[in-house]
């Protein structure tokens, strides 16, 4: 479903980063209004979106969604062309590459954590993985507005494209022998990939990689989550770019 | 649901650490098995657990619960007193305490990151939390079983308690000054706070605390998961720990 965003933060979001055209939000009839709803009223009225009140029947269809009685009618998320993120202008990018994140909350909490940490676009391929739809964007907690997304077939091949563009690639691989703080993010490019629940990242891109970097393993378990895993190396790098800026933020 | 384990990995888990007893295990008739599936059988045939193959029909009153065709009947969670933790023997200890995170997996993704971190107790409020269940044991991915599990009525009780056994309360809060890498987490026993999902936590306990800390966000944007931000001042303090003691890991 990539046509509905539910929830009243999430379609707040939509109508205020504004990267997808809504056509139509309904409301529950008769529900316990807050502010963001009185908001999300106030901005499609400003912005001259249809909304209309509808009886709580209406919502029947959308039962499995956690929707709060607020529904936006959207049109389908925008991807941008990894040509044209290449040619934006910026000193330097960050980027996340998931390679075969299959979880539909694991994929749209690594596009969260990657908006706080101000990161420029997220690469996915488009099969084995999971696709934009309304779980992530709920799991993202509208973040997938707020961010370049970049769906491609061959992830070797944009990986090869990245690499001739001054960006360094850094797989995480739970056998690899530096830590993730080992290296520095600072002053360039760079591609931190994850890889998918079961099997982490596939041989290919593993082999095409600058870094292999670990998260350190303080009892023998399992794993982390790769959501938990991705924002760790991720707040890693932020903490080195504000440290070396001395910015508070 | 505390009397049922779902799925593979989580009722090998529980039978390998084995701090639940196990009554039964039923298993799918017809599934196709794989190694983790025998693994299960021989720990139960060894250990003298009773195991059945059932046809598929008799699963249907689990299908919410992603199974996998193994489902294991279990005492019910053990809960550590806090008083007996407090006299465990360790050097340090290393805790989390969740001040309201009502979402299971959240709750449950906590616990696995702190069991990956070495941490030794997860210490939450018997209201106004996530409980451990089906859902919590399967975000955990069997984590539960590998730490400590402090239910108390009163967290601030607990809190004044931690104090005057020498523990130094880290409360995560958005409005903080310090960054959450600002503080040194090596020789000392420590309690990380984190609050729930929509609200933080609450004043008094965030009036109890020794430090504030915060995780600076590079774009103005709603805030970080509570799982995904645990895991980030977790494993700072991991990073330190390790940095200190020249363990590679």
Same mark, same amino acid.
């Given at each position: 479903m990539n046509d509905f965003v539910f929830g009243r933060n999430n379609v707040y979001e939509l109508l205020t980063e504004g990267k997808r055209s809504v056509s139509k939000i309904i409301l529950m009839k008769g529900m316990k209004e807050n502010s963001k709803v009185s908001q999300i009223i106030d901005i499609a009225r400003n912005k001259g979106i249809i909304f209309q009140f509808l009886p709580k029947e209406k919502f029947t269809q959308f =039962?499995?969604?956690?929707?709060q009685g607020v529904i936006a009618y959207v049109s389908p998320v925008k991807y941008l062309d990894f040509e044209d993120f290449l040619e934006k202008e910026k000193q330097y990018k960050k980027v996340i590459i998931t390679d075969g994140v299959e979880d539909p909350h694991n994929f749209g909490s690594i596009i969260r954590t990657a908006v706080c940490a101000g990161f420029d676009a997220i690469i996915f391929p488009s099969r084995r993985n999971a696709t934009i739809n309304a779980t992530v964007e709920k799991s993202s907690a509208g973040a997938i507005n707020h961010i370049d997304l970049i769906m491609v077939n061959s992830l070797s091949t944009i990986v090869d494209k990245l690499k001739d563009n001054n960006f360094w690639i850094i797989a995480t691989d739970i056998r690899a022998k530096d830590n993730y703080y080992d290296i520095d993010y600072c002053d360039m490019n760079f591609a931190i990939v994850m890889g998918s629940e079961k099997e982490g990242i596939s041989n290919t891109i593993l082999k095409k990689a600058d870094y292999r970097i670990k998260i350190p393993m303080? =009892?023998?378990?399992d794993s982390l989550n790769v959501a938990n895993a991705a924002s760790i190396v991720i707040y890693e790098s932020v903490k080195q770019t504000v440290q070396k800026s001395g910015n508070g933020v």
């Open positions: =039962k499995d969604y956690s929707h303080l =009892k023998e378990f």
